[in-house]
Each structure stands twice: as structure tokens, then as C-alpha cells.
């Protein structure tokens, strides 16, 4: 499959919980209360992670359809 990426722009969560409703595999609520996906890693403002599969993908999207700030994006690398 082509390679994508998860950015999660966290400094804007308001830890509604939607993502790790519906997405528990990868996303959870962190000792802080906001959004965290699970094997991410910070980037500059915010956290990024490579896609694995493509039912991962399929839960990113999901994750990202729900979020009420819209601050998930599933982006194509390269
Ligand atoms: S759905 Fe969006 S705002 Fe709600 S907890 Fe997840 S990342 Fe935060």
C-alpha cells in the first residue's frame, strides 16, 4: 500500500473521548486527559505516527470523522 501518516494535533484535544470510543486499539485518554495514540512520537507542535496496514488506516479515519475539532488527519506520504 502507499505509506501514510497519522498527525495528531494534541495541544488542540478538549478529550471529548470520541477517538478511543470508537478506535481503541490505537487511541486512549493519557494521564493528562487528552487523546494519545499509541507508538506516536512528538514532531515540532505536534504527534505523528506511520501507518501500518491498511486497517489501521481504516481506524485513523474513523478516529478522524468522529472528532468534533477536527484536529486528526490521515495524510499520504511522499
Ligand atoms: S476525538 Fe478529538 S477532541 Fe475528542 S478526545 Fe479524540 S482527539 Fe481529542
Redesign the pocket.
Known amino acids: 500500500m502507499d505509506k501514510f501518516q497519522l498527525i495528531?494535533n494534541?495541544k488542540?484535544?478538549?478529550?471529548?473521548?470520541?477517538?478511543?470510543a470508537i478506535a481503541p486499539e490505537f487511541?486512549y485518554?493519557d494521564e493528562t486527559g487528552?487523546?494519545h495514540v499509541k507508538d506516536s512520537h512528538a514532531v515540532n507542535d505536534h504527534w505523528e505516527k506511520e501507518i501500518q496496514t491498511e486497517a489501521e488506516k481504516a481506524q485513523h479515519e474513523e478516529?478522524a470523522a468522529?472528532?468534533?475539532?477536527?484536529?486528526?488527519k490521515v495524510e499520504k506520504k511522499g
Request: a neutral charge.
Open positions: 495528531h494534541k488542540d484535544c478538549i478529550s471529548c473521548g470520541a477517538c478511543a487511541w485518554l487528552l487523546a478516529a468522529v472528532c468534533p475539532v477536527n484536529i486528526i
